[in-house]
Nanobody, 123 residues
Framework: QVQLVESGGGLVQAGGSLRLSCAAS????????MGWFRQAPGKEREFVAT????????YYADSVKGRFTISRDNAKKQVYLQMNSLKPEDTAVYYC????????????????WGQGTQVTVSS
């Protein structure tokens, strides 16, 4: 199994940028598809982005496409989410997750989760 810890969240003004990091511990990090999800108050957790095991393929939710970039460094066991042009509707707790399923975009397809990091975008 793998343990995941997110960091990098905070308060930012609309139009600004943040970079989230997810540190993984475990011996088989590069065997997992990695994803980012988010959950706003009163809403269901939603898919944000996913990246393949090698980092060669990525998929994004329509709401963040063109603004967010997911990446990974398998040697460092890290996954990142670069968030640009942030909007107030991006405010949520962001979660890093690991899956054994190719092209996983649904919550049920992810086995391991971090504790989340808060991102707040002010207008």
């Amino acid at each position: 199994q793998v343990q995941l810890v997110e960091s990098g969240g905070g308060l930012v003004q609309a139009g600004g940028s943040l970079r989230l990091s997810c540190a993984a511990s475990g011996r088989t990090f590069d065997s997992y598809v990695m994803g980012w999800f988010r959950q706003a108050p009163g809403k269901e957790r939603e898919f944000v982005a996913t990246i393949s095991r090698s980092g060669g393929s990525t998929y994004y939710a329509d709401s963040v496409k063109g603004r967010f970039t997911i990446s990974r460094d398998n040697a460092k066991k890290q996954v990142y989410l670069q968030m640009n042009s942030l909007k107030p509707e991006d405010t949520a707790v962001y979660y890093c997750a690991a899956s054994g399923i190719i092209a996983a975009t649904h919550i049920s397809e992810y086995k391991y989760w971090g504790q989340g990091t808060q991102v707040t975008v002010s207008s």
